[in-house]
């Protein structure tokens, strides 16, 4: 895991090791699991529940998690937000990306406990108030740019965050800073061309 | 232009936007395992660490320790069911947890459930078992693997196909190679993983689970629980890529039912990446030997193809793609052989063309060393050995436009301007190698049936049991419907991927398409029918146009002579709400029992080279621009061409996606793609997406393709020939030709790699 896309600084290890005391566990969902005592003097164990809250496509949530839980699987099993989809869990596909605080992120590779505090943005989060899809949505859409449709929820985090960071200049940049992201069908040609249509879409706007 | 919205030429229909596409790109789409499930438990499996031997103990007590863990299914739980079977609906007849024998490297050894997925993960890991282990034989050329003729064993296989007197034409061949090609362990890494949520209320039991079979697995599962069919109902409405990995059920079906039984909630188990290598099945590793013997002039007058194909110990899978490369050109004798080699294995499955990728591969690339030999353009040499009848039996082909394919592809490619002396093109520091190949996929079709509701508001609803694995086949069956009914894709809409909808067979063979929609046809024929029949009848709207040639557009029911009738006007005059037509369709040739055995869940397929008037295949010709870089040998693949004929092309948009997806597939096949094994303990290495590697969207630069238009009534009603699996065969021998073109170097063993290049 790079610590760039890793806001808090830590690492799973030092996390696993305890040395991180996390806000103290109180169970709101999940009931049947344990909750730790609440005592700050106590280290924070891997199984315990922390509470976190953050922001979710623009909604508070308050939630109780198990400490080992990723932020993938607190917005999948947890949150009830299943669009962003698990390929690997490994960092290796990309399926699970989402935005936190605007920059794109592995969800698999970040603990939820991790992103206190910070505002997450899913595919579900993209389209407007009045059902138009996000320029990057339509143009998926528009291009073919899947087949199977798995990945492209990651995709189209992931191109946002591309266009947004200024790496989609060129079809040679798209395709270098997209590669993170497999598509097994193969849709990377339209892929390419989705991009820069919402590209020049969004420059326009 | 919108490169993915290619103008329809001749009988070929409107590239619309896939009926579904706004629910793939909001995350709407729901796959099996984001069915929203109260109160599941979830499940993950531990695996054995030993390829070959037996468990002689299981240790669960840590895990059983672990807070949260509700239950281990192990040795001993399963008893009560039947064991899986091999076949066509089975992926292998390995029973994990019937018997304590070990296979294969991880072979599943437990399930553990628990009430967190960590708890669950966690707890599994901590499951130790005793072997009693012996040396396991991983492949080809291990100690103790068994070798056996495979033809017969396998119903992709009944025989080894010949002609003519082999031996003696090779031997007085003016010209003759004799070259030995390979192609390694391939797993299918769809993006999703491997999942099963099976629930039960009462005695009946719902299993979500991506499919490309919800039918047979419906059957096959019931058989292993011995309850009642009905009582067992696949759920798989949305699949996240398949090419084959998900048509045979594995075993891990059954026990999580059984967990799910035993902890009475539902279970949900997703098979991580690592394990999904070892539980599901793979493209085998091949090997081929191919002798060609022509005349000086470019005539083959023998042709040579022996084949050997790794399998698990019990079961006999075997591809044998000597039926399509037998038939392939004008040869004027043939002779094959294949063989199957039983190794301590999981059992391969049918992958993306399972046939016809490696043993077209190694043909091919044959085809351009004999060209080479003879001094040949490889594009002449395909064109001078063009049969006019397939050679083994002596069949015409019921359409096959391979020619024009590759005049349309060598033009677009300008094949032209390659100069044929090996390393004559360069640009700066790369080695330019362009090369070409021959796509050949079998087009069959298997009985189907379909549900099609009109509404007098014009709203279509079709039903059919078949599964959208991406191939767009949700949509193309709408638009028959759309086109049949004269609705707009608007108001149509699909379901598909339960068992409860009217039967489709496996989405495999690339059949769906043609059966789907020859059964959304008749289906909206018996529709048209009855509105027809109403609208001329005496106090119907067209009274008196009982001899017009009837049509429906734009939700009107057109008589020849001009008059037209509203939709609604046409319901009125019927006094009924709706019209809703189940239909059937068995393909031409379909046995007695063909229907029958739709509904048993086994797709009774005909095509291909089984029909007795001619033989059936979709063509296409693929060329490759490859850059060696003349320092480092990096290769890359800047441009590939791809010309395809494939009958009536339901839409563009969507054919060419396909085609092109499984173009990279071959540049993946070609460059990227091998399961690495340890040969000491016959187990997979690159068991992730890091190291087992596909191509990424930096590999990839222009595809291009060409849809050739063709006629072809033969094949079924629809006039469709499969494309899904076509345009990954013959990739790989084009890159292989290419590199070849540039280098020099003649690599005949997949994938090639930069060592291959250096030296």
């Known amino acids: 895991m790079s610590n760039s896309t890793n806001p808090s600084g830590l690492s799973r290890r030092t996390f696993m090791t305890g040395s991180v005391t996390a806000a103290a566990a109180v169970p709101l969902m999940a009931a049947s699991t344990r909750a730790a005592e609440p005592s700050p003097a106590r280290a924070v164990e891997p199984r315990d529940l922390s509470t976190i809250s953050l922001r979710i496509n623009k909604q508070a949530y308050t939630l109780a998690l198990d400490n080992r839980t990723s932020l993938l699987d607190a917005l999948r099993d947890h949150v009830g937000l299943t669009g962003t989809k698990k390929g690997c869990d490994h960092g290796q596909c990309g399926a699970c990306t989402v935005l936190v605080d605007g920059k794109r992120v592995l969800s698999c590779l970040s603990f939820a406990v991790m992103n206190q505090g910070r505002e997450v943005t899913t595919v579900e989060g993209l389209t407007s108030a009045d059902g138009e899809l996000h320029p990057v949505q339509q143009a998926f859409v528009d291009h073919d740019a899947f087949q199977c449709g798995y990945c492209t929820p990651g995709q189209i985090m992931s191109a946002i965050g591309c266009i947004d960071e200024g790496h989609a200049g060129s079809e040679d940049d798209i395709r270098e800073y997209m590669s993170g992201n497999l598509c097994r069908c193969a849709a990377y040609p339209n892929i390419v061309a989705a991009i820069i249509q919402a590209r020049d879409e969004i420059r326009r706007a | ?759």
């Open chain 2, 1 to 759: 232009m919108n490169q993915a919205a290619p103008v329809p030429k001749e009988n070929q229909g409107q590239p619309v936007v896939r009926i579904d596409g706004r629910l793939k790109v909001t995350g709407q789409a729901s796959y099996p395992a984001d069915i929203a499930t109260a109160n599941v438990a979830y499940g993950a499996l531990a695996t054995s660490s030993i390829a070959r031997g037996k468990v002689s103990k299981l240790h669960t007590d840590d895990a059983r320790a672990v807070p949260g863990v509700l239950d281990i299914i192990t040795y001993g739980d399963m008893d009560q069911t039947d064991t899986p079977k091999f076949g066509n609906t089975g992926a292998s007849s390995i029973a994990p947890l019937h018997d304590k024998t070990i296979f294969h490297d991880g072979q599943i050894i437990a399930l553990v459930v628990a009430e967190t997925f960590e708890a669950a993960e966690e707890a599994s890991m901590l499951i130790r078992a005793d072997y009693e282990d012996e040396p396991p034989s991983a492949s080809f050329d291990s100690k103790g693997v068994k070798v056996e003729p495979a033809a017969g064993k396998s119903p992709m296989l009944q025989e080894d196909v010949k002609a003519g007197d082999f031996d003696a034409a090779y031997a007085s061949a003016a010209v003759k190679i004799d070259q030995k090609y390979s192609t390694p362990t391939q797993h299918h890494n769809p993006i999703e993983l491997f999942s099963t949520t099976a629930m039960w209320q009462g005695d009946q039991l719902t299993v979500h689970e991506p499919s490309q079979n919800v039918t047979g697995w419906k059957i096959e599962l019931a058989r292993q629980l011995k309850v009642d069919p009905a009582n067992v109902r696949i759920v798989s409405p949305y699949v996240g890529g398949a090419f084959g990995s998900k048509g045979p059920m594995t075993a891990r079906t059954a026990i999580v039912a059984v967990a799910a039984r035993r902890v009475g909630r539902p279970v949900r188990c997703v098979v991580s990446r690592m394990q999904a290598f070892n539980t599901q099945t793979y493209r085998a590793e091949t090997r081929h030997r191919i002798r060609i013997g022509a005349s000086k002039d470019g005539r083959i007058t023998a042709f040579g193809h022996e084949g050997w194909e790794v399998t698990s110990r019990p079961d006999p899978y075997v591809v044998g793609g000597t039926s399509a490369t037998g038939r392939m050109y004008n040869y004027g004798s043939v002779l094959t052989h294949v063989s199957v080699v039983h190794a301590d294995r999981n059992t391969p499955g049918y992958m993306r063309s399972p046939p016809e990728t490696p043993y077209v591969y190694a043909l091919e690339n044959a085809m351009d060393e004999m060209a080479v030999a003879l001094g040949m353009d490889p594009v002449e040499f395909r064109r001078i050995n063009e049969p006019e009848r397939e050679p083994i039996g002596g069949k015409p082909f019921s359409s096959r436009s391979l020619v024009k394919c590759y005049d349309q592809a060598a033009e677009a490619f300008g094949w032209s301007k390659r100069n044929a002396v090996v390393g004559s093109m360069r640009e700066g520091d790369w080695l330019v190698g362009m090369g070409c190949a021959t796509a050949i996929y079998p087009t069959a079709s298997a009985p189907c049936a379909a549900r099609v509701r009109l509404t007098a508001d014009g709203q279509v609803r079709v039903q059919c049991g078949s599964h959208e694995i991406g191939t767009g086949v949700r949509t193309v069956a709408g638009q028959m419907a759309a086109e049949r009914l004269g609705i707009g894709m608007d108001k149509i809409s699909v379901e598909m991927g339960d068992s409860a909808l009217p039967p489709a067979p496996v989405s495999g063979g690339s059949i769906s398409t043609a059966s789907v929609c020859s059964a959304v046809l008749k289906a909206c024929d018996a529709v048209r029918a009855k509105l027809f029949a109403a609208a001329v009848a005496g106090d119907g709207p067209l009274a008196g146009s009982g001899n017009a040639k009837l049509e429906m557009e734009q939700e009107k029911i057109v008589a020849s002579g001009g008059k037209s009738a509203k939709l609604s006007d046409v319901f009125k005059a019927m006094q009924i709400g709706a019209i809703e037509e189940y239909a059937e369709f068995a393909p031409k040739g379909s046995t007695p029992e063909a229907l029958k055995k739709l509904y048993a869940g086994q797709a009774e397929f005909h095509g291909g080279d089984q029909d007795k008037d001619s033989v059936k295949y979709a063509f296409g010709a693929e060329f490759v621009e490859v850059r060696v870089n003349s320092y480092t040998r990096e290769i890359r693949v800047p441009r590939v061409v791809g010309a395809f004929a494939a009958g009536r092309i339901m839409n563009t948009r969507t054919a060419r996606s396909q085609l092109m997806g499984g173009m990279i597939w071959g540049i993946g096949q070609a460059l990227h793609e091998a399961t690495e094994i340890d040969r000491r303990n016959a187990r997979y290495v690159n068991r992730d997406l890091q190291d087992y590697l596909v191509p990424v969207n930096a590999d990839i630069k222009q595809v291009d393709v060409i849809l050739v238009p063709e006629v072809d009534l033969d094949v079924n009603p629809a006039g469709v020939k499969g494309l899904g699996e076509l345009g990954n065969v013959g990739t790989a021998a084009a890159v292989a030709s290419a590199v070849y073109h540039a280098t020099g170097k003649r690599i005949r063993d997949l994938p090639i790699r930069i060592d291959d290049l250096i030296s």
